[in-house]
């Protein structure tokens, strides 16, 4: 999704549309519009400039990697020596690394991956340390997924907190 940084917040409208996408990935435009109060062609335009924008992705079928032939799945932590930006372009690179987050703390990078055996998955923890600037890596082996959403964007931002130096 991008660099974070200060943005201006959506108006209820289109915070109305991604919840419809993302509680039925296939609505029409025009089953949106009657929800929310727009043409069908307005929503098609919003819809467009929240993906050009960033905001969203266009709707993708999510699998289960494991259902797939994929025996493993894994978050690697990635520790950096210098610059994180290099060595997150590095691993978005990489076929098998399926998400890559640049993170605060003792580990700078985080990186989801799939792989199809034991052996894959090492191979590809070896290629990650090869790339200039990674000092180690801690794989974390999925073994079972309890719980994955995907509509916690449509819930509002948190109250700012009053400034107690005024």
């Known amino acids: ?18 919840e419809q996408l993302q509680e039925d990935g296939r609505r029409s435009y025009a089953a949106i519009g009657k929800v929310v109060g727009l043409s069908e062609a307005a929503v098609r335009q919003r ?14 079928a999510v699998s289960d990697p494991l259902q797939l032939g994929f025996a493993r799945a894994a978050m690697l932590g990635v520790r950096v020596s210098g610059p994180t930006g290099p060595v997150a372009d590095a691993l978005a690179e990489l076929d098998e690394v399926i998400y890559v987050v640049v993170t605060a ?10 792989a199809r055996s034991d052996a894959d998955l090492l ?16 794989t974390f082996v999925y073994l079972e997924t309890r719980k994955e959403t995907y ?6 931002p948190p109250e ?4 107690p130096a005024t």
């Open 1 to 18: 999704m991008g660099a974070r940084g200060s943005r201006n917040p959506l108006d209820d409208v289109s915070l109305a549309i991604i």
């Open 47 to 60: 819809v467009q400039r929240l993906v050009e924008s960033g905001v969203m992705q266009i709707v993708a």
């Open 105 to 114: 703390g003792s580990i700078d990078i985080v990186a989801e991956v799939v």
């Open 123 to 138: 191979t590809i923890s070896d290629n990650i340390r090869r790339i200039p600037g990674v000092l180690s890596t801690e």
């Open 151 to 156: 509509n916690w964007g449509v819930r509002p």
């Open 160 to 163: 700012p907190s009053p400034d």
